[in-house]
């Protein structure tokens, strides 16, 4: 029976995993360096079988290149949801490309120093990508409030993953350093398995988040807080929620919400913060799930079509929203609706 190395069955969950994402139907763009990124740790994945399996040592001219891509296209697929570039992009190609290009010189001319630069790299853009979500979840101001918070812990974890990636490169480099070599193989087996699942899923959980088409604006300035300038700008907000339903979107963001009450995007995030102290996602999320409990205590609709009906798009958003407001299941508050009618009074008021 010929050997099959572990990180092939790797790759085949990981293009699975691909697939799986990529034939999502919706109205929304696709965010597609999201996906690059899970078929890269696929492809990085067979390279490490066939390194570490076959002995196929060409792939070691390969392989590093293609993990200098990865940062990159993480941090280009956050910024897809935060804002749209000012730079034209054959400049961002340009500049997100250097890595890479940087790693095959090296590669070619100057192996040694190929695991400080992608160490460099890793680390760097990893602090990129965590600054660029300094504010929270409301900083994926593109991202539908329906899968933000899970986007945006997804997109932390992989961030951190590139910086045990960049500590495991730096364990490997000193193995080697002391003639280890032999240990050094078994930890780059086992890691770097780990850690190219662990971003696959991650980016996949994040590329849930799709960018609603032609949604991308402008980042507005913020104004400095005043009480009564955060009490102005929620009162906006509830009346667009309570009068217009504006909830019900489903590709509601927070770009959407701003330009609907012609307030800048950063006010509203900062004005909900510190009246609630809840990013606006939950804020808008909690008017969703009061309508779903109103929904399931008068009508027969089910589940599904009520989480659509309220701006839900995906069944475990909602659940995970409507444990959090309530406490309990959609079901079990049915349940619980019908024995005690008083109880869906009291989240509705």
């Given amino acids: 029976m010929p050997f099959v190395p572990l990180p092939f069955v790797v790759a085949l969950l990981l293009f699975i995993l691909l697939w799986g994402v990529a034939r999502r139907e919706d109205e929304a763009a ?20 066939l390194r570490w399996g076959y002995g196929v040592g060409e792939v070691g001219y390969v392989a590093p290149v293609s993990a200098a891509i990865m940062p990159s296209l993480l941090y280009v697929g956050v910024s897809k949801l935060i804002r749209t570039s000012d730079r034209r992009w054959p400049a961002l190609l340009v500049l997100h490309a250097t890595p890479a290009a940087l790693v095959l010189v090296l590669v070619l001319f100057w192996r040694d120093v190929v695991d400080v630069a992608l160490i460099s790299i890793e680390f760097i853009y990893a602090a990129a990508i965590l600054w660029l979500l300094r504010s929270g979840a409301d900083g994926l101001r593109l991202a539908p409030f329906d899968g933000a918070v899970p986007a945006y812990r997804a997109i932390v974890a992989a961030a951190v993953t590139l910086c045990l990636s960049g ?18 193989a078994t930890v780059i087996g086992v890691a770097n398995l780990f850690i190219l699942v662990f971003v696959g899923v991650a980016a996949a959980a994040a590329s849930q988040s799709h960018v609603p088409i032609n949604a991308a604006e402008p980042a507005e300035a913020s104004s400095p807080s005043d009480a009564g300038k955060d009490a102005e700008t929620i009162a906006r907000v509830n009346e667009l929620m309570q009068e217009k339903k504006l909830y019900r979107d489903a590709n509601l963001n927070l770009n959407r919400l701003a330009r609907r009450a012609a307030i800048p995007a950063r006010q509203i995030s900062a004005a909900i913060n510190r009246a609630t102290a809840r990013n606006v996602s939950q804020y808008v999320n909690e008017y969703r799930v009061t309508e779903a409990c109103r929904l399931l205590s008068e009508t027969d609709q089910s589940v599904t079509e009520i989480m659509l009906a309220v701006g839900f798009q995906t069944k475990s958003n909602f659940h995970r929203e409507f444990r959090r407001v309530t406490d309990m299941t959609p079901l079990a508050w049915r349940d619980r609706s019908a024995q005690s009618p008083a109880l869906a009074s009291a989240v509705s008021g």
């Fill in 30 to 49: 696709p965010n597609l360096p999201f996906l690059g990124l899970i078929l890269l740790a696929a492809l990085q994945s067979v390279f490490t079988g």
């Fill in 167 to 184: 500590m495991v490169d730096m364990l490997v480099s000193f193995e080697v350093a002391y003639g280890q070599s032999a240990c050094a």
